[in-house]
């Protein structure tokens, strides 16, 4: 039987990862608008075709970011997205990480999954050496998906990032490459 490629770049037992692309548009916004109440206040992914073609073309096109769909195996729909931004290279080798499920995925342990496979990826074919994540103090999940996959507490920012009309405390969460070979 000849050995076919995975369209992954990375493959656990129930997603994978892959970049975005434009033709995900129609299925990222219908996941994102079915998952309003899950993600607001915290998180506004593109809900319209427009807004999705804007914001993929910022992560395929900027070097600064590389956007990842973490995809279920079977059958390849969409539980969610993780995304490295402010990649910065040279001394650092670092990103921040920004990520959310959607509503059908939710609590079936596919992003802490799909986080894996992208830290993962971050370390080996990309060459970073630190990922860092910036969460609201009450975005419980968040935290316990960042906590579950090896990231540690490092510090709170108050007036961090302004989100939703106002500037937003966040929690500060880090791995480094060494965490993950030592863990």
Known sequence: MPHTASRYLAEGPRVGIRHFSYEDGAEFTARARESKDLHQPWLFPPASGDAYTAYARRLIQDPAKAGFLVCEVDGGSIAGFININNIVEGGFQCGAL???????????????????????????????????????????PSIALARSCGFRLEGFSP???????AWRDHERWAITAEMRTSG
Request: charged share 15%; net charge neutral; no cysteine.
């Open 159 to 165: 007036d961090m990032i302004y989100i939703d009309g």
């Open 98 to 140: 920004g990520y959310g499920a959607f509503a059908h995925a939710a609590g079936r342990g596919l992003m802490r999954e799909g986080m894996n496979l992208v830290v993962g990826h971050a370390f080996g074919p990309m060459r970073l050496h630190r990922l860092e994540i910036n969460v609201q103090p009450t975005n419980l």
